[in-house]
């Protein structure tokens, strides 16, 4: 059936009902080209809104097969898939939905220049993988090439949302530096993860897919943290690229900005021997992995520590990326009046 008919058909009504948004822009979606890269959690509820939106042209890469432990958040694979091409699966069943072939599988990897070679051809990029070096690599191939990404990633109840337009945006390095100890953070299968995450943060990179195809580029320089355990989105914004400023503000919805600061310039505090209060808001099994030597005071505890946070001195707040401490932070400055606060961007990863 052609986009012609859909339109024709009523498939498309709602969004030709919202204010704006015309047949040339359904038209747009149609003929954007979009490479997903993983089937997987992330994948799944990505692709579904993608091609029920109408993106008519997708390229979707894994070479992984379907295990049994990806049934609870890759949703569209049942019991009869297991061992099949992740990629094989995925495709076939959105085309059945669509009524049309949108999704063209691709059940290999590619990476280093191969992969390079192919990224032109593309006219957005969606990351749907949990290989932190990869996900490294492909931002700046991509910012190189001046290829548009969404990038996602999920770890346990936390997931970020990344939009790097070009070379000049600012990328997965400008929030979390790179550095030879990056790929040691594991990824879903080893740090675990639960599935209504994964499925908020695919949803919210084919918002931002869509967005961009029908023009909505304004740059961005902000990493969406999404917190499932306490229902917060909040973002951190990277005002300079080339610097970050200690003084910039990390907003959420519904909330006043807070202060925040960043790793090397807390170290600066440290060498330099100023007094501040260093507090670890994760939970005691992520404490004993590794800690930046603060005080450990999980998340769900604090209202019951609020004595512990100074008042006097400055307070560095951290937890793992910095959506927990985030939280604890808007707390205690809503509840207590705090004003000495500053979370430190990045969390626990921009150290390692």
Known sequence: MSESQNLQDGRFDRHLAMHGFTEAMQTQLEQAKVLVIGAGGLGHPALLYLAAAGIGQI?????????????????????????????????????????KRV?????????????????????????????????????????????????GSVDQWQGQVLVVQNEESAGLADFFPRNDQSSEWGNCSTNGVM???????????????????????????RLL???????????????????FDSTKTEGSFGHNTMKTIQYSEMLQWRDGGKSFQLIDVREPYEFDEFNLGGELIPMNTVPDQVDAFSRELPVVVHCKAGARSANVIRY??????FTNLYNLEGGILAAR
């Not at 205690?332 to 009046?337: F, V």
């Open 59 to 99: 390229t979707l890469m894994d070479p992984d097969t379907v295990q049994r432990s990806n049934l609870p958040r890759q949703i569209l694979f049942g019991d009869q898939d297991i061992g099949q091409s992740k990629a094989s699966v995925l495709a076939q069943k959105i085309n059945e939905m669509r009524g």
């Open 103 to 151: 999704v063209k599988p691709l059940a290999r990897k590619l990476e280093g220049d191969e992969l390079r070679a192919w990224l032109p051809q593309f006219d957005l990029i969606v990351d749907c993988t949990d290989r932190l070096d990869f996900k490294y690599d492909l931002c700046e191939d991509c910012q190189q090439c001046s290829i548009p990404l969404v990038m």
């Open 195 to 221: 599935g209504p995450v994964v499925g908020i943060i695919g949803t919210c990179m084919a918002n931002e897919a869509i967005k961009w195809v029908l023009g909505h580029r304004e740059r961005q320089d």
């Open 225 to 243: 943290l999404v917190d499932g355990l306490s229902g917060e989105f909040t973002y951190i914004r990277i005002q300079n690229k080339s610097s």
């Open 332 to 337: 205690l400055e809503e509840q207590h009046g």
